[in-house]
Structure formats: C-alpha cells, structure tokens
C-alpha cells in the first residue's frame, strides 16, 4: 500500500504489499466489537507473521476463547488466513480483560479506515495500456497541467497525443514539466476555436480517436464539435459523465449530467442516461441508473420526481436499453442499501447505483466536487454522444484524473469498433 507498484525485491513482480498492522488491527476489531466485545480491554498481544497480504485481497480474522479467569481475563488465539489459498499470515494470542456484562453502542459511529488508492482507475489504465494507443486530438496544450495529462497518458501506452496550439506557448510548457516533445506530433495554429476546428477535421480525416481538451474554455471546444456541416454530431446530445473512483466504494460511480446540460429536460434526460449506460458498459459495468431527485416517490410539484418516473418507464418499454433504470431516488436510498431497505424500496437499483443522474447542472456539479474535495475521490471527465469521445478536464484535476480520463474515453473508442 505504501509502495504501490514498486519492485522491491527485484524479482521483476510489484509487491503491493499491506503494511502488517494494517492487518493486525483486524484482531483489535474481532475483539472490540464481537468477541469478547465492546468494553474490552488489551492486556497483550503476541503477533508472528507467517506471510505477507497484498493490496486487493480479502483476508478472515478468526478469535478462539483459550482460557477464561475468574478475574475477567480472557486468554485468545488469533489468526488471520487469505481463503483464497488458505494461506496463515498471521498467528498469536491476546490476552484481555473481558467485560462484565453486555454492552450495546449502536448508536456510535466506530472510526474506519478508508485506504485512499484510486484501484479502480488503476485497472482501467491497465485495461486501457493493453489496447493499442489511441490517437488523441490535444486542444490547445499549452498549460503545464494541460500538456502533463497528455504526456503522462502517451507514457503510459494509452494515447498517441497530437498537439494542436500555438506552438511557442507548447514547447514552453513542455519546459516546464521538463517533458521530452520532440516524438510528438504538433500542429501549429492560433486560436482557440481554430484549434478546436482542427482537432474535427483530424477526427473526420481518420488521424484522431479523441479530442481532448486543453487550457482553453469549454464553449470553445464545443462550438466548432457542434457544426451541423464540420462537427462531430451524430444525432443524439452532447452529455458529459464524471466517472468517480471514490474510496471504499467497490465499483466506479458515475455523476451524470453535471459540466453542460444546465437544465435538461425530458428527452435531454433521455440521451444523459443513455449516454451514461452505453460507457457503463465500455468500461465492463453493468449499469444501473438511478434517476434522482430529492424525494423517492412521485410529487406533481417536484418536476424532477415527474421526468424520474417517465425515465423508469421508457425504460421498462425499451426507449433506454442496455441497464437498469430506476427512479425518482434520493440520494440516500439510491447508493445505500440500508437507507433503501428502510424507505421499503426494492429493485435492482436502489442501494446499489453506480450511475447517478442528477436534476441539473447545479446538483450534478455539487455532488462531482463533494465526491472530489470531501470523499478523496479522482473524476475522470469524458463527452459521450458525439463521434468519438471528447476528454473534457477541468484546470484543477490532477495528472491521476487526466490520465483516467484518457483511459475511458480509450475502452470508450474501443467499445464503439465492438474490440472490448
């Protein structure tokens, strides 16, 4: 975990290895919490490590009762094995004072631990390292963020980037991220919407799989992809979808549509939750869409909870294929069983979606940020409808996010030619 992807013993394999009292602390919880349980009190405990757990496996704690005192102290075996192998990494025993009568604290909150490694995008970049690279249009590249998502993303085997810009302001910024320029391809033109242009007519030429954006503003990416004669449509809206890799949450979660339709409505819905469901399936997910709002049940006054249950329908009718649809959802009982259980909402959705469409632009950009800046989660940010991906980042997202973001829109392109 502290060395992720590192060879540290240089038989060519990474160790990934989780530090041993990551593991150890299983036991403190066994006992603090089932056995002997709440109100119990650490005298000793011995610990030998038998084998090394590495990131991503699954490990079983198992307490055994040795011995019992009269004066509360409990003697205990302790072991953690991986079934997967029925490997002992660890043994030893715990000696506790056990407390005198059941207590039950179900009303507090006991601390976790959140480990916060982005695994999923790492699998997708390893997923999208296996495909051939993907020629990408880069709009205006000339910012160190900008410019170091690309590179990053061409080391890493997932894009072929063409540069597209003014060419000065490229090679200084190249400077600046001490990045090596001369293997790559750069056109030089001024102008943003002018750069823009030129990464279509890459696109329709067949040079281009991707546009991504650069140091420039979102509307003038799109104004020239949005030409009815030179553009990149090709019937259904332009939508954009945040896949966020938020720690503790054992998928990818979508945020859908927060960066461009400001106030969808019903048919805009339509082609958002389609758009989101189709990448879903790019990315080996199997979509579940849960249509929000800020009730679980229909309200004639709440236009939102309207379009939610007219999306579950269409639906149902087959006018949205590919997943499942399912809403209105709060937030809460879309993404938590319990929270489902408890407003007695069933379904294949409820508690378990991992596409969220939101109202608006506002709820949609609110939850993307929350998701980032308060849960540690990475958003990769890519524009399905159009004739091929757009990459669309914002200047704040790290070198993990554009790199992410490039890795989607890869599986994306290559879930369009029917190759994944």
């Known amino acids: 975990m502290h060395l992720p992807g590192n060879d540290v013993d240089g038989d060519g394999v990474p160790e990934n290895v989780a530090p041993g009292m990551f593991v150890a602390s299983m036991i403190s919880a066994v006992l603090g919490t089932l056995l002997p349980g709440p109100g119990t009190l650490y005298r000793k405990q011995v610990i030998d490590f038998q084998d ?38 660890l043994t030893g025993t715990a000696e506790v004072i056990a407390p005198t009568q059941k207590i039950d604290r179900s009303d507090i909150e006991i601390p976790g631990l959140v480990v916060q490694r982005h ?33 990053l993303a ?6 072929t980037p063409i540069l597209i810009g003014d060419r000065a302001a490229i090679l200084t910024a190249g400077e600046s991220v001490a990045a090596d320029l001369s293997g790559f391809e750069i056109i030089d033109i001024v102008g943003d919407q002018a750069a823009a242009a030129m990464a279509c007519r890459l696109v329709h030429e067949g040079r281009a799989g991707a546009v991504m954006k650069g140091h420039l503003h979102t509307d003038d990416l799109l104004k020239p992809m949005l030409d ?3 553009g990149l ?23 859908t549509d927060a960066a461009i339709n400001i106030a969808p ?14 990448l879903a399936l790019a990315l080996g997910m199997q979509p579940r869409a849960g249509i929000l709002s ?33 809403g209105p959802l709060a937030m809460d009982n879309a993404v938590d069983i319990g929270a489902a259980r408890t407003k007695g909402i069933k379904g294949g959705v409820a ?47 790290s070198p993990m996010s554009r790199l992410a973001s490039c890795a989607v829109a890869a599986l994306h392109h290559a879930h369009q030619e029917g190759r994944v």
């Open 265 to 278: 409505d019903l048919p805009t819905k339509v082609d958002i939750t389609q758009n989101a469901i189709d």
């Open 154 to 159: 061409a080391r890493e085997g997932v894009i």
């Open 119 to 151: 695994r999923h995008f790492q699998a997708l970049v390893e997923r999208a390292g296996a495909l051939p690279p993907l020629p990408v249009a880069v709009v205006c590249p000339d910012d160190p963020n900008a410019l170091g998502g690309a590179v």
């Open 228 to 230: 009815k004669a030179h």
């Open 52 to 89: 090394r757990a590495h990131a991503g496996e699954e490990l079983l704690c198992h307490v055994r009762v040795l011995d019992k005192r009269d004066d509360g102290i409990v003697t205990l075996e302790t072991r953690v094995t991986r079934p997967a192998d029925q490997a002992v990494i």
């Open 351 to 397: 508690g378990h979606a991992n596409i969220l469409v939101v109202p608006g632009i506002d709820a949609g950009n609110m939850l993307a940020k929350q998701l980032s800046f308060v849960s540690h989660a990475e958003g990769a940010g890519l524009v399905p409808g159009a004739r091929v991906p757009v990459i669309l980042n914002s200047r704040s997202d």
């Open 294 to 326: 800020a009730v679980e049940t229909v309200n004639p006054a709440i236009q939102s909870s309207i379009d939610a249950a007219l999306l579950s329908k269409m639906a149902d009718r087959g006018q949205i294929s590919g997943g499942l649809v399912d």
């Open 233 to 255: 449509r090709v019937g259904r809206r332009f939508t954009h979808v945040f896949v966020m890799d938020v720690p503790g949450r054992d998928e990818p979660v979508m945020v």
